[in-house]
Every structure is written in structure tokens, then in C-alpha cells.
């Protein structure tokens, strides 16, 4: 299996050194405007605390999603690079049983997950010694929700790439679930901010509508987040195993 | 260690498609032998090297690898046994360094010294990537990496089509010189039957799914010949005797099954000795009995 891995391994590290590149571009570039916020030009702006308020907040969110999704990128279409060169049909041809098969690909794909989340977890801690502040444990219980949540999709997409041999196929069919669910969710924002909005009326009438409508929401966010920090876990976990049968399955009925 | 007399036994190996069914194949391929498996395209070459290879399930039947069940004992026959594709089943970016880094975790045996041995035989570069290799490169180096795990049944389909008479050559070297280790045997599947004329020692021939002449390649040839006759003379052959017959505007070719038989029956008729070539073109169209 570690002849598998390395070769999953290498053929992916192109990709992962780009978006790794990426992502030192991006962070530096937050850390010098956080930095110059109250050291540089926009320390002149009166905003300034509120711009570096707004980038200490959202910034690693940004981070975390190049590094988590860059270091999986490149491994991502490997499964249908496999299908192209043959070496989905010659792998049948070695002393390999399928699920070391899988478990290799599963290894490899989780490993550079992980690496994204620490990525992720070392932006947090530059953005908040640039912006000297503490490192903040909500937002590390946020990169390890999105970690769970973009790691569960990202893990069931080996099985669901060696069904669809193709990214494109699997794009295109994945559409047909994803853009009802995308217009449910957008309703179901619109519907969440028309209530949090007239909430913020309500309980808050002398606060700006904005600052007014996040405190109403913020409870409700919290509450979210923090289902998702007990479910996440089990979310991925459950994603890896059913990545782990089903990819078997799959692998044997190949064998047409 | 098993004791094996065939490499390869196949029973009444079936497998059915939608519009095409491998129909009971059976053949062996005896131990430190080379077999050419012959066939047109679309005849069940490749289904059935998949099935030997388990890469497709089988319907019906008993594959032994070895000596060994090629389910039951799938990985300890895979073990000994190396496969070559047409076409190169290495990803573009790999090259010659990391697939050795590769493969030699995949097999027990793997000897990287082999390996770069047999890369610098053919002159291949370590370090160029795949994607730039020459289709014979990619040949070579997918046998290079064949042979080079201890293998004693080496498996090809197709595997010397598409490359020039001299890369063909040296490729069938390689095969003879493999063949010296009395353990070694070779199923190769062409359809270039002159590749075979120079290595096989035994021949299976498949049509439409079904085996039509299985043995030693020097038995097929003696039996097989080409009886060359008038136009007259072809309505005196008994019908039993024709595999099939060319008609030109001279005369007729007829392939017969039993030279011996038809020179002692036929006197005077001549019989020219047939090459698998022919062989395989006759019996291809056996079914229309005549043929231009």
C-alpha cells in the first residue's frame, strides 16, 4: 500500500505546492494590510479598527478555504486521471485487494485535509498576532466545523468519482441535487434575515439595522455552529467509512 | 511452492454479453511455453485475458493460474504474474524513477536492479516523463517493469501492436530470452500472426467468442495446408475436407485440416504448407465456405 499512497502522493504535490504558494500570497498579504491598519496608511483612515475588526473576522475563513480545498484540489482528479492512463484497469492486474486500494486513496486524501486544517489553524494564529490580539477559540471551532463539513463532501467524493470516472459527469450530475439545495438555502437565508431583521426592529430600535440584525442572529449562528462542532466529527467519520465501503463496492463492480 | 504442469488452464471458460458471448473457451498453456492467442478483432481476445486476469467476472468456468484458483488464490497468483497492455498504464507525469519507487512496495519480488537494467538495455531515460516517451518506449518500458518483479507468467494483450518491425523484433528477443528460465511462460495476444511464426510454441485461435484450433503451433502447421486446384477440380474435394476456399479467376486456394490426408487423397493435387496467417484467415470465413 505505501507504493500506492507515495504515487497518489506525487502526482498530486504539483497542485497542492500551487495553492500552497496561493495561500502564503494571500496570508501575507492580510498580515501586511492588518499590520498597516495600525502601523501603515490605513492607520490614517478613521476606519481603521473597523476595517482590521472586519479582516480579523473574516479573514481566516478565506484562508482556511484555500488551504483546506488547495491541498485537496490535486488529488481530487486524480481518480479520473486513473481512468485516462489506464491505471484504474492495470491496478486489477496487482497483488493489491481493492480496499488497500482504497484505504491508500482515502490515507492520502485525508492526510492533505489535515494539512489544510492546520494551515488553516496557523493563518488564525498570524492574522491575530498581526492584528495583536488573541487567537480567538471560536474561530478555530469554525475551521474545524468547515473542516468537518468540507471534508465530509470532499472524502465521498472518491466513490462518487470512481462511479462517474469523469469530473465533468459527476459535475453535472451532482447539479441536479445541488442547485434545488442551493435555491432552499438561499431561501432559507432570505427568510432568516427578513426575521432577524425584523427582530432587530423590534428589540433593538436605536441600533444601525446592520450591527442590530447580527446581534439577533449571532445566538442563532452560535447555536448552529456549535450542532455542527458535536455533529461534525461524526459527519466525517461517517463520510470515511461509507467512502471506505462503497469505494470497495465500487471497485468490485468494475470488475464488469 | 505449487507444482503446476500449465500455467494457464482454462475450462469452459463462459462469459456472456449483451451481443456476445465468450462460449465455453478451454486451452492450457503448458509451463516454459509461449502462447500466441490469435483471433480478428472482436473475437473474445481481450475478454478473455480480463477473465484470466479477473478483471472481469466470469459466468461459468475454471481459471488456474499457476496451479492456483485465479479467485480463491487471486493475490498470490498476481504475485507471480505480470501484465502488459497496449497501451502504457502509467500516468504522463510519472517516470521511470517513481514508478520503481512504486511498483517495488506493490511486489514482493520487485528488484530495482533489474528494473534500471533492463532501462538501460532499451536506452530509456530514468528521468523523462511518460507523457514524452515514444510508443515503443512505452512499450519497453511497461515490459521492463513486467519483468522485473520475478514474474513466471507473463500475460500481453495486444501488446506488440502499433510498434515498428525493428522495436518488435528486440521486444521478441526479450520474450525468448525470458523463456529460458523453464518456469517462464508467455500468453500473448496479436493479431500480428507473424510475430507468432517466430516465438510461439502453441497457438489458440478464437473466433466469435469460441475456440477454433488450440495446440502446438508446429502441429497446427503440419496438419494445415493450402491445396491449390482448378476450378474444375475444387467440385471433387468432399466438402469435409475444406476449412474453407479462396475462388479467384484461375482457381481456387482451399484450406484443409489434414494435409496428410488430403495429399494421400487428392494425389497429385499440390498443398502448400499454410502460415497462421493463413490459417486464421480461412477459418474466419468458414462459414461462407467460398470466399474471394
Known amino acids: 500500500m505505501k507504493g500506492l499512497i507515495y504515487r497518489e502522493f506525487y502526482l498530486s504535490r504539483k497542485t497542492v505546492v500551487y495553492m500552497f504558494l496561493a495561500y502564503i500570497i494571500f496570508v501575507l498579504m492580510i498580515t501586511m494590510i492588518i499590520i498597516s491598519t495600525y502601523a501603515g496608511n490605513l492607520a490614517k483612515n478613521n476606519d481603521s479598527a473597523e476595517t482590521r475588526e472586519y479582516l480579523l473576522s473574516q479573514m481566516y475563513l478565506y484562508a482556511g478555504l484555500i488551504a483546506m480545498a488547495g491541498c485537496t484540489y490535486g488529488h481530487n482528479d486524480l481518480i479520473e486521471k486513473d481512468y485516462k492512463s489506464r491505471w484504474q484497469l492495470y491496478s486489477y492486474t496487482l497483488p493489491v485487494p481493492e480496499k488497500k486500494i482504497i484505504l491508500s486513496k482515502l490515507t492520502v486524501r485525508i492526510t492533505l485535509l489535515l494539512s489544510g486544517f492546520v494551515l488553516a489553524v496557523i493563518a488564525e494564529f498570524i492574522f491575530s498576532a498581526a492584528g495583536k490580539v488573541p487567537a480567538s477559540m471560536e474561530h478555530f471551532k469554525n475551521i474545524f466545523v468547515m473542516m468537518c463539513v468540507y471534508g465530509a463532501m470532499c472524502i465521498a467524493d472518491i466513490p462518487y468519482l470512481l462511479i462517474m470516472k469523469t469530473q465533468n459527469k459527476g459535475a453535472a450530475f451532482v447539479m441536479i441535487f445541488f442547485v434545488p439545495l442551493t435555491a432552499a438555502i438561499i431561501y432559507g437565508a432570505y427568510k432568516f434575515e427578513k426575521f432577524c431583521s425584523a427582530e432587530a426592529a423590534r428589540l433593538y430600535p436605536d441600533m444601525e439595522s446592520d450591527a442590530g440584525m447580527m446581534k439577533v442572529a449571532m445566538p442563532y449562528l452560535t447555536k448552529w455552529r456549535d450542532i455542527f462542532l458535536w455533529a461534525g466529527p461524526f459527519i466525517l467519520i461517517g463520510a470515511i467509512m461509507i467512502a471506505y465501503f462503497w469505494g470497495i463496492k465500487e471497485l468490485k463492480r468494475r470488475r464488469y | ?292
Open chain 2, 1 to 292: 511452492m505449487n507444482d503446476y504442469e500449465n500455467a494457464i488452464e482454462i475450462k469452459d471458460l463462459t462469459k456472456k454479453y449483451d451481443g456476445f458471448t465468450l462460449d465455453k473457451v478451454s486451452f492450457n498453456v503448458p509451463k516454459g511455453s509461449i502462447m500466441g492467442f490469435i483471433g480478428q478483432n472482436g473475437a473474445g481476445k481481450t475478454t478473455t485475458i480480463n477473465a484470466i486476469l479477473n478483471i472481469v467476472k466470469k459466468d461459468e468456468g475454471e481459471i488456474k493460474l499457476l496451479g492456483l484458483d485465479h479467485e480463491k488464490d487471486e493475490y498470490d497468483a498476481k504475485k507471480q504474474i505480470a501484465a502488459v497492455f497496449d497501451e502504457l498504464p502509467f500516468d504522463d507525469r510519472l517516470n521511470a524513477i517513481t514508478i520503481d519507487k512504486v511498483l517495488r512496495e506493490v511486489f514482493e519480488e520487485w528488484s530495482s536492479e533489474t528494473f534500471f537494467n533492463y532501462l538501460d538495455r532499451f536506452s530509456l531515460p530514468r528521468k523523462k516523463k511518460f507523457g514524452k516517451f515514444s510508443k515503443g518506449m512505452k512499450m519497453k518500458l511497461q515490459i521492463a517493469s513486467a519483468l522485473s518483479h520475478n514474474a513466471k507468467l507473463l500475460i500481453m494483450d495486444e501488446a506488440t501492436t502499433g510498434l515498428d518491425p525493428v522495436v518488435r523484433n528486440e521486444i521478441l528477443d526479450i520474450f525468448l530470452e525470458y523463456l529460458q528460465n523453464e518456469d517462464h511462460s508467455i500468453l500473448m495476444s496479436s493479431h500480428i500472426t507473424s510475430d507468432l511464426d517466430k516465438v510461439a510454441d502453441s497457438v489458440t485461435f478464437i473466433d466469435k467468442g469460441k475456440v477454433l484450433i488450440s495446440g502446438y503451433k508446429d502441429d497446427i502447421l503440419y496438419s494445415h495446408g493450402i491445396l491449390k486446384c482448378t476450378k474444375d477440380d475444387y467440385k471433387d474435394i468432399a466438402p469435409e475436407d475444406i476449412v474453407s476456399a479462396r475462388l479467384n479467376d484461375f482457381g481456387a486456394e482451399i484450406m484443409v485440416s489434414d494435409k496428410a490426408e488430403c495429399s494421400r487423397k487428392y494425389s497429385g493435387a499440390v498443398i502448400d504448407p499454410a502460415t497462421l496467417e493463413d490459417i486464421m484467415l480461412f477459418y474466419v470465413n468458414r462459414s461462407k465456405k467460398e470466399w474471394r
